[in-house]
C-alpha cells in the first residue's frame, strides 16, 4: 500500500503545453518534497513545502502544497523537452524519521 | 564539490548470492540513507546511518543490513539474493538528518537472475 498516489502515471504531451501533476494522500504530511529522476540518475530536490497552502514558484514550475498537508500539485507552464523524467513527491509525517515516496509521473515532452 | 558516488554502477548476481554495495556521501555529510527502486514499488527506504549507527529501518527483511565508516561512506550488503531483490539501489546523503535536503547518488542497478 503506497502512503502517497501520484496521478496520472504516465504524461505524453508536446513542447509548449502545459499540465499538472498530483500527489495524494489521506495522510497529513509535516513537509511534502518533489523530485525529478532522469534516467540512469538518483532524483534531484526541485522544493520542499512545509505550510498548508503553500505555493512555491520555480521558474515555470509552480508547486502547491493543499491546506490540510494531505495533497500537493505540481505544474509546468510550456512545457520543454529538457522538463522529460520521472517526477517524484515525497513526504514526512509528524511521527515518522522516513520520507515517503509517491508512485512517480513519467512526463515525456515531445519537441 | 563532489556529489555522491555509489559503486559499483551495475551488477548482475544469481539467485541466493549476496551482494554488497558501496556509497560516499557528499564530503560534510553525515547521514547516509539507502533506497530500493523498483517499477512495481516505486522507491522504498531501507534505512538510515548516522555517526555509524543504524537510525532508522525501514520494512525490509533482515537479509538486508548496511553499516558506515567513520568517514561517513556507507555500505549496504543484501544476503540470499531472490528474483526480486532485483532493483535499482539508490544512496542518499544529508548534512545531519534523513528529513533534510537529501542527495541522491546515481543508484547502483542490481540484476538477480
Known amino acids: 500500500t503506497q502512503l502517497l498516489e501520484q496521478s496520472p502515471q504516465f504524461l505524453s504531451i508536446q513542447e509548449g503545453e502545459n499540465l499538472t501533476v498530483y500527489c495524494n494522500s489521506s495522510s497529513v504530511f509535516s513537509s511534502l518534497q518533489w523530485y525529478r529522476q532522469e534516467p540512469g540518475e538518483g532524483p534531484v530536490l526541485l522544493v520542499t513545502?512545509?505550510?498548508?497552502?503553500e505555493v512555491k514558484k520555480l521558474k515555470r514550475l509552480t508547486f502547491q502544497f493543499g491546506d490540510a498537508r494531505k495533497d500537493s500539485s505540481l505544474h509546468i507552464t510550456a512545457a520543454q523537452p529538457g522538463d522529460t523524467g520521472l517526477y517524484l513527491c515525497a513526504g514526512s509525517t509528524n511521527t515518522g524519521n522516513q520520507f515517503y515516496f509517491g508512485t512517480g509521473t513519467s512526463l515525456t515532452v515531445i519537441p | 564539490k563532489a556529489g555522491v558516488t555509489q559503486t559499483p554502477r551495475y551488477l548482475i548476481k544469481t539467485r541466493g548470492q549476496q551482494v554488497t554495495l558501496s556509497c560516499s556521501p557528499i564530503s560534510g555529510h553525515r547521514s547516509v540513507s539507502w533506497y530500493q527502486q523498483t517499477p512495481g514499488q516505486g522507491l522504498q527506504f531501507l534505512f538510515e546511518?548516522?555517526?555509524?549507527?543504524?537510525?532508522n529501518k525501514g520494512n525490509f527483511p533482515g537479509r538486508f543490513s548496511g553499516r558506515q565508516f567513520s568517514n561517513s561512506r556507507s555500505e549496504m550488503n543484501v544476503s540470499t539474493l531472490e528474483l526480486g531483490d532485483s532493483a535499482l539501489y539508490l544512496c542518499a546523503s544529508s548534512l545531519a538528518h534523513a528529513l533534510g535536503e537529501q542527495f541522491f547518488g546515481p543508484g547502483t542497478r542490481l540484476t538477480v537472475l
Open positions: 546511518y548516522f555517526s555509524e549507527t543504524q537510525r
Open positions: 513545502v512545509v505550510t498548508g497552502g
